[in-house]
């Protein structure tokens, strides 16, 4: 029992300084902001936003429609629509839209997933300044100049941008809420110490020729998903330090969260499954602590039917966790105009352990089924 206790508290302990170093990290990135001067003017840099797309005719119109009304001058950037093989109407609703610069490419036969989609977006790209979304987002109208305006400054090989989810009305997206501001501004912690652990292919930015240096998705494509923390971690290896997070509000896409519990367990064994795939320390380290936090937490709380004495454990370790997590989210919440529901977060601390213990457990295991494939 006192190993347990030790070994409860020296995790939980770890948990919190990580977490209590990101929240520091987070604090001590300089917010961006574009001066009104300058976000409308001509660039010198050309960017190339690529869409992959596969089965999106519901969803791709409002992300295209928020990219044509962006304020960045329409001739400093194209958009490229990668079709993934889609068998519903993607290419005629992107076919018949009146959009400057507009492309729509289609993988052939033998190429199918989104690496391959992001690898021929990029072969026919014109731009410098490579920029990854989804079809799913939606962005606001100052999302390019900031972003342009960003790299000019800075000249990084790789900018991580935040994702947010747009609603978080109900138990279900408000969870998938606070878990994504936790994620990117996780994102933004770990970077400002210069040691890369999260990012996202909804909002990533990188130079044309840092993927190429890097040697794009040579030698992580065995896997299906995984492309954006995969080449930022090769173009870390490449490039040390220099990787940055823009921590800007007006740099942030907008995604919708999933709908149903099968859904969201399905879209985080998809993140989870991979995670030993990435044969870098600092990845590795975080998951397999956050994990062993929370089921420790719900081993603690489980054990705690059969002796009390192990009810002390669970409160300390879960107030502990819930202090520190509380502090992270009011902070990053705040900044993206999101309010912590306290009931919510409480609601949330019960559930999460249970929830990442179950998916840590069942994702090296399973297979699961995205976009109509099996992987």
């Avoid at 000249?155 to 279900?172: C, F, H, Q, R, T």
Wanted: charged letters at 15%.
């Amino acid at each position: 029992m006192t190993v347990f206790y030790l070994l409860t508290f020296v995790v939980c302990g770890a948990y919190f300084l990580l977490m209590i170093s990101y929240l520091i990290g987070w604090n001590k990135t300089k917010n961006y902001t574009v001066k009104p001067a300058i976000s409308n003017q001509q660039s010198e840099t050309k960017a190339s936003i690529i869409i992959p797309a596969r089965n999106e005719e519901a969803i791709i119109f409002r992300c295209l429609t928020s990219i044509k009304k962006q304020l960045h001058p329409s001739s400093s950037f194209e958009i490229i629509v990668v079709d993934d093989h889609s068998t519903d109407r993607t290419a005629m609703v992107v076919g018949n839209l009146n959009i400057p610069n507009l492309k729509l490419i289609r993988l052939s036969e033998n190429e199918y997933g989104k690496k391959q989609a992001i690898t021929s977006g990029i072969k026919n790209a014109s731009g410098q300044l490579i920029i990854t979304t989804d079809a799913d987002c939606e962005m606001g109208e100052k999302w390019l100049s900031t972003i342009v305006c960003f790299y000019e400054e800075n000249k990084s090989k790789m900018i991580v941008a935040p994702v947010i989810l747009k609603e978080d009305n109900g138990l279900l997206t408000g969870i998938q809420s606070q878990e994504m501001i936790a994620l990117t501004a996780s994102a933004c912690g770990s970077l400002y110490y210069n040691v890369p652990t999260l990012c996202s292919g909804a909002n990533l930015i990188y130079e044309r020729s840092a993927f190429i240096a890097a040697n794009g998705f040579e030698g992580v494509d065995a896997t299906s998903t995984g492309d954006d923390v995969f080449l930022m971690l090769k173009i870390q290896d490449k490039f040390p330090g220099s990787i940055k997070y823009l921590k800007s509000s007006d740099a942030a896409v907008f995604t919708l969260p999933e709908k149903k519990t099968f859904s969201v367990i399905s879209q985080r064994k998809r993140w989870a499954s991979k995670t030993f795939l990435y044969k870098h320390t600092q990845v590795i380290g975080v998951a397999v602590l956050v994990f062993f936090t929370n089921f420790l937490i719900l081993l603690s709380g489980l054990l705690s039917a059969i002796n009390y004495k192990f009810a002390y454990t669970f409160l300390i370790a879960f107030c502990l966790k819930c202090i520190i997590d509380f502090m992270f989210l009011f902070s990053t919440s705040s900044f993206f105009g999101k309010h912590l529901n306290p009931v919510l977060f409480i609601i949330s601390s019960l559930i999460y352990p249970i929830y990442v213990t179950a998916v840590g457990l069942i994702a090296p295991f399973s297979s699961y089924n995205w976009k109509g494939r099996k992987s």
